[in-house]
């Protein structure tokens, strides 16, 4: 069992920077995939960025060169640096993972509760 609690989240305006952090509750290093996704209201849940247990790292295209992944095994917290924020992307984002050794392969399987994201001037 994994869980994930994640934290960051609030109102920029666009053009603005977050870094949302997920708490991880126990070592995943090497084991399981992880990943930020994000939901509008009334629509479906989107990938945002994924890093998989291999190390690879993958973005949805609309956030690549803005959005950066990263994790701290040591400390067991999974990151979402965001810059240049978009009005469209406010979202409530999601902190998930899943025990698979790369993105795409396999849906993820356990989600924190969420951080709201509000983008607007």
């Known amino acids: 069992q994994v869980h994930l609690e994640e934290s960051g989240g609030g109102s920029v305006q666009p053009g603005g920077s977050l870094t949302l952090s997920c708490v991880i509750s126990?070592?995943?290093?090497?084991?399981?995939?992880m990943g930020w996704t994000r939901q509008v209201a009334g629509k479906e849940r989107d990938g945002v960025a994924c890093?998989?247990?291999?190390?690879?790292?993958s973005y949805a295209d609309s956030v690549k060169g803005r959005f950066t992944i990263s994790k701290d095994n040591v400390k067991n917290i999974l990151y979402l640096q965001m810059n240049d924020l978009r009005p469209e992307e406010r979202a409530m984002y999601y902190c998930?993972?899943?025990?698979?050794?790369?993105?795409?392969?396999?849906?993820?399987?356990?989600w924190g509760q969420g951080t709201q994201v509000t983008v607007s001037s």
């Open positions: 998930a993972a899943v025990r698979a050794r790369q993105c795409g392969t396999l849906p993820y399987n356990y």
């Open positions: 126990r070592p995943t290093a090497g084991q399981h995939t």
């Open positions: 890093l998989g247990a291999d190390d690879s790292i």
